[in-house]
């Protein structure tokens, strides 16, 4: 899913109850004033500016918060299409971020042919990020509850996180769901001078695309939706599906190391060292590399198993649990995984967009302990995706915009989809359900390999993407890319994609 940090904006750089749908009513600001574009003081090669739009979008005249958007110019005016809007997922992961480094990850032809935009949604980076004080951020408890005690604890503490938050950020607290950043996006799309909009997401950016399908059938140029969330599913469901998932990956990992002589760990029994490294970190007895004042938690070990099956980045996840298992670190280490005390006086907090979009309510200890047994028998080693598991909690109680729902689109436009087999965040099965919803109208390209993002990984997964950007050229159904030679040399480019999408490493920046 996604997730939520800056860190997303790497990806880019390194390839790389019922919702109401008002479609009669859901009218863009196609009055909207044209964006004022100048050079970026970040980026003096890209163009940023900034666009209004209602706080609350059910008070249009109301009070407004400024988007801060970034563009790349198509590269041959010539055979310029318009533009295409992009989001690099999260929820938290900044647009403009991405737009800034879409040289380094969209092909030199997609380029060619459009204006590359990327925003920071509401709430987030340059857009009112949602922010708390970091006195209150760091008295978090830990996530994972074995107690009612727990329970309560985090019962009482949401409470004056989420007053201190709402504080701090102010009125758009209550509005970061991604109904209302689809809302944004039609008013981007207008001010961007296009009748119908060209949009790329990736992980939690393709919520944004859902929610605007749903929204906005009529204005759909082209909607590409790379590993898509499933916004149906309710928590168990969700944390199920991202266990089994997490440990599908995982599995493909321990059987590329089996075979892989390279692997700093062949010969040796990895899921016996991965195990006897979480009974560690729950003692309280395992130090990440560099980091020798504090024990690591099995959460920051779990972490682990993601990022180094996101890209995938198997070599480096080998050498780091040789690391951890008291061998010698690799060359570059990661930063720590997993939520870290916050220097200074704010805490930024995306999660909140989650909280917004997803009813992840669980009624006391007794069915959380449920849950989590749940994802346990669905994952051996890696027990349960961290990534929700943090996320859980801190949603608890929280008031949901946008609750789970089966899609609804009624457009004529053909949408594209796509997923990898092997995806840790999220599973192959959810751009599979996703696809089911839409109908004959979605197409789901399934890519035959691993990691999270499909574009970018060979010709077959990216070329489609391209043409159907392009020239609006839909593959057949049941279009499937077996892994091709550079996928395979990917793999042993140890740090080129850790992570691929935003990922929790701190609080700021954020996820």
Known sequence: MKRRFTLLATAFVMVAAVLPVQVAGAT?????????????????????????????????????????????????????????????????????????????????????????VGFDPRGVGRSNPVVCSASVYNEMPYAVMTSQADFDRWTAYNERLRADCRARTGPLYDHVDSVSVARDLDAIRAALGEEKLTYYGISYGTLIGQMYAELFPGRIRALALDSNMDH??????????????????????????????????????????????????????????????????????????????????????????NALNGGTPPEWVPPLPGRQPVQG?????????LCQDYNLRVRDYREYA???????????????????????????????????????????????????????????????NVARQLGRKAVLLTYEGWGHRIYGK??????????????????????????????????????DLWPTDGLPWSSAPIR
């Open 28 to 116: 863009a600001v196609e009055t909207a004033p044209a964006i004022a574009w100048a050079p970026c003081e970040e980026e003096p090669a890209a163009e940023c500016g900034t666009l209004a739009v209602p706080v609350d979008w059910s008070e249009p005249d109301g009070p407004t918060v400024d988007l801060a958007l970034a563009r790349r110019k198509a590269t041959d005016p010539a055979a310029r299409i318009g533009s295409l809007v992009i989001n690099p997922g999260g929820p938290g992961g900044s647009g403009v971020e991405a737009a800034y480094g879409a040289p380094g990850f969209f092909t030199p032809e997609l380029q060619r042919h459009f204006d590359i």
């Open 232 to 321: 149906s599913l309710r928590v168990k469901r969700f944390l199920d599906t991202e266990a089994a998932a997490v440990e599908d990956a995982f599995d493909q990992f321990v059987g590329w190391c089996d075979q892989e002589p390279s692997c700093v760990l062949h010969g040796q029994d990895v899921r016996a060292i991965w195990k006897d490294l979480l009974a560690k970190a729950r003692r309280g007895e395992l130090y990440y590399p560099g980091v020798p004042d504090r024990p690591m938690t099995e959460l920051q070990v779990l972490w682990q198993g993601v990022l180094g099956t996101e890209g995938p980045a198997w070599q480096l996840l080998a050498e780091m649990i």
């Open 345 to 353: 006086e704010l805490a930024h907090l995306p999660t909140t967009i």
């Open 370 to 432: 449920a849950l989590l047994r749940s994802s346990n028998r669905r994952a051996p080693d890696m027990r349960f995706n961290p990534m929700p598991i943090e996320d859980l909690p801190v949603c608890l109680n929280h008031p949901v915009n946008n609750p789970q729902h089966r899609l609804r689109y009624k457009g004529s436009a053909p949408l594209l989809l796509g997923n990898s087999l092997h995806d840790p965040s999220t599973p192959y099965n959810w751009s599979a």
């Open 458 to 495: 060979d010709e077959c997964s990216t070329v489609p993407i391209d043409n159907y950007l392009i020239s609006l050229v839909v593959p057949p159904h049941g279009f499937r890319c077996p892994v091709g030679g550079r996928v395979e040399n990917t793999l042993r480019r140890q740090a």
